[in-house]
């Protein structure tokens, strides 16, 4: 018994209704690494202390307390940026603000004598030699 192929067309009404796939985009780890820097330069940090804290929801015992998901990568994402700060810092002071002004925390470029679009990429390579050689950051280099 031999079956019949019928050939499927799609409709075009079908493939307006098809779901928009977004393409895959590679993010380089340099620019990871800043944006998880740029958020926390901007965060709200005015919650800070002991007035922040609700007694209710702290807790003295360790061992009771499961590791919330979104807290373990908060405090990941913590880390990283703390480590691009300290490599920011240890840059040269042009180089540094090179890369705020890059990121947009520093508002205007300080350095007339220097082109700004020679001195970034400068900076980045730089930079990017700091970040493989933090140990928070460098898991993020191949």
């Known amino acids: 018994m031999v079956e019949e192929s019928v ?21 380089k780890a340099l620019d990871y690494c800043l944006d998880v820097w740029m958020r926390w330069q901007r965060r709200d940090d005015t919650r800070l202390g002991w007035r922040g804290r609700s007694a209710i929801l702290q807790s003295d015992y360790a061992e009771d307390v499961e590791g919330d998901s979104d807290e373990l990568y908060e405090v990941m994402e913590t880390r990283v940026a703390e480590g691009v700060e300290a490599m920011m810092q240890s840059l040269p002071r042009h180089l540094d603000w090179a890369i705020r002004r890059r990121c947009n925390i520093a508002t205007v470029w300080r350095f007339p004598s220097l082109d700004f679009t020679d001195v970034v990429g400068e900076a980045e390579r730089a930079l990017e030699i700091l970040l493989r050689k933090n140990i928070a950051t460098r898991i993020y280099f191949d």
């Open 7 to 27: 050939p499927v067309v799609r409709s075009a009404a079908r493939r307006a209704n098809a779901i928009p796939v977004a393409a895959r985009v590679e993010t």
